[in-house]
């Protein structure tokens, strides 16, 4: 049997060759098409991710521009040393007597004030605009007293002796609940009488939730010095500080009043006293700094005792009177009660010259006749100006809002944002 003759034909040497180059030429092709696609989607990439970086950037210097005006109240302070990354620019214009201010001061209680802020991230750049209301608000830290609850000023002692007309109340007041006729207190303060007295609902302190999420060193023991108890708080900074093992009783804290010892609480910095249950002093309360003029201030954030005096939900009480050259601070979720109870004779005088009081409730007991109770809250004094902003920025205090007690408030609607 003869073999078939396997020679190609004619026309047909090297077709499988040529196939092969056309193979090869069609994936190079497509392997260039895929990679030039790939630069472009990454370049396209790259400018979205640089489109929204500078957006966020401008949405960033908005905030920044609102912090500027609240805390300077000038028009110019929003382009005044910009310090956010990628922000180029920063304007706010307010419509003022019929034409448009960008460098004056801004009006509160004027015309809305708009905000425009541009970002630039290498080639992209973002612009951010809205229309602001400008108006002041209430904060509770810059009040004498605010109360979710009331105000109670007592007229008589339990021994049926007279205390009226002996607190003096400067300073703004912030009552969440009036009673219906306000006179019920009013009437027993000695003149003049307080004027700022907003009625507006309040929130009642963020206690508990403070206290789960700050914690404080133990302090030593009070000293006894001949008629006084001394304790001692602070380092010169900012220092939060438990209550003592020693000093905390079961199931209140009470300092030991059975030597009838009046307290001294020396202070250095800004010492913030944590008591979970609640704060008793007997006897009269003096606070003093050690640190010289407006280097020191005092804190007392306490829970509700649930055993105290004869309201169970009572945090913090000075029975004995309070006298304070230096700034403090009381806050409680329960009742603050500062009263002249224990010194049959009335005893002396009694001051704090800068004082905030933010509680459910406050209640006031007076000296008897011939002495008094002076409360004060400086405005912009060095609660409002120092301390304050401070321990807000900080995250020390509760139930912050604006410090400045300036805000600016988006109109819905006007919010807008463009690549120009």
């Given at each position: 049997m003869?073999?078939?003759?396997r020679s190609p034909?004619?026309?047909e ?6 196939g092969?180059v056309?193979?090869v ?14 630069s ?6 790259q400018?979205s991710?640089?489109g929204e970086?500078?957006?966020?950037s ?8 609102k ?9 110019s302070s ?5 310090p ?8 706010a ?7 448009p201010?960008s460098?004056g001061?801004?009006q509160?209680q004027g ?5 425009r802020v541009t970002?630039?991230?290498?080639q ?7 229309r602001?209301?400008?108006?002041l608000?209430?904060?509770?830290y ?6 979710s ?7 008589f002692a339990?021994d049926?002796?007279d205390?009226?007309f002996?607190i003096?109340l400067t ?7 009036m009673?219906?006729d306000?006179?019920d207190?009013l009437s027993v303060?000695h003149h003049?009488l307080p004027?700022?007295?907003?009625t507006?609902?309040l929130?009642l ?5 403070y206290?789960?999420s700050h ?5 030593g023991?009070p000293e006894g010095?001949?008629?006084w108890?001394r304790y001692?708080?602070?380092a010169?900074?900012?220092d939060l500080f ?5 000093m905390?009783g ?5 300092l030991?009043?059975?030597?009838h010892l009046?307290v001294k609480l020396?202070v250095t910095g800004?010492?913030?006293w944590l008591?979970s ?9 003096t ?6 003029p407006?280097s020191d201030?005092l804190?007392i954030v ?5 055993t ?10 000075f029975?004995?009177?309070l006298?304070s050259?230096v700034?403090v601070i009381l ?5 603050v ?5 224990t ?6 005088s009694s001051?704090?010259?800068d004082l905030?009081v933010?509680a ?8 008897r006749l ?11 004094g060095s609660l409002d100006?120092?301390w ?6 900080g995250?020390?205090?509760p ?8 805000e600016?408030t ?5 919010w807008?944002a463009s690549d120009?």
């Open positions: 003869t073999a078939p003759d034909r004619p026309g040497a090297g077709f499988v060759l040529i092969v056309i193979f030429l069609a994936l190079t092709i497509i392997g260039i098409s895929l990679f030039s696609l790939s472009y989607e990454a370049q396209f990439f400018r991710l640089d970086q500078a957006f966020q401008a949405a960033g210097g908005i905030e920044r521009a912090f500027a005006l609240a805390r300077d109240s000038l028009l929003v382009k005044e040393n910009l956010l990354e990628n922000v180029t620019a920063a304007t214009i307010q419509m003022q007597g019929g034409l201010d460098t001061p801004v509160w015309e809305d004030v708009t905000l970002a630039r991230v290498n992209e750049r973002r612009t951010v605009e809205g602001f209301w400008p108006h608000t209430r904060e509770v810059s009040q004498l007293i605010a109360t609850g009331g105000i109670h000023v007592m007229p339990p049926g002796s205390r009226r002996t003096y300073g703004p007041i912030w009552q969440g609940t009673p219906p306000p006179s207190w303060l003049p004027s700022n007295i907003s507006e609902p929130a302190p963020a206690v508990a939730q206290l789960s914690s404080g060193s133990p302090s023991d010095i001949g008629l108890w001692r708080l602070g010169g900074a900012v438990s209550t003592p093992s020693s905390t079961d199931p209140d804290f009470s030991d009043d059975s030597q009046c020396e800004c010492a913030i008591m249950r609640g704060i008793r002093f007997e006897q009269k309360v606070v003093v700094g050690t640190s010289g407006g201030c804190i306490a829970g509700k005792s649930g105290f005096h004869d309201d169970p939900d009572a945090g913090i009480l029975l004995g009177g006298e050259g700034p806050i409680s979720d329960g009742g009660y500062i009263q002249d109870m010194d049959p004779s009335g005893g002396p001051s704090v010259q905030t933010y459910r409730d406050v209640v006031l007991t007076g000296p011939g002495a008094e109770l002076s409360l004060t809250h400086v405005q912009g100006t120092y304050v902003p401070l321990l807000a920025d995250g020390y205090l139930n912050v809002t604006s410090t400045s007690g300036r600016l988006l109109r819905p609607g006007t807008h120009r």
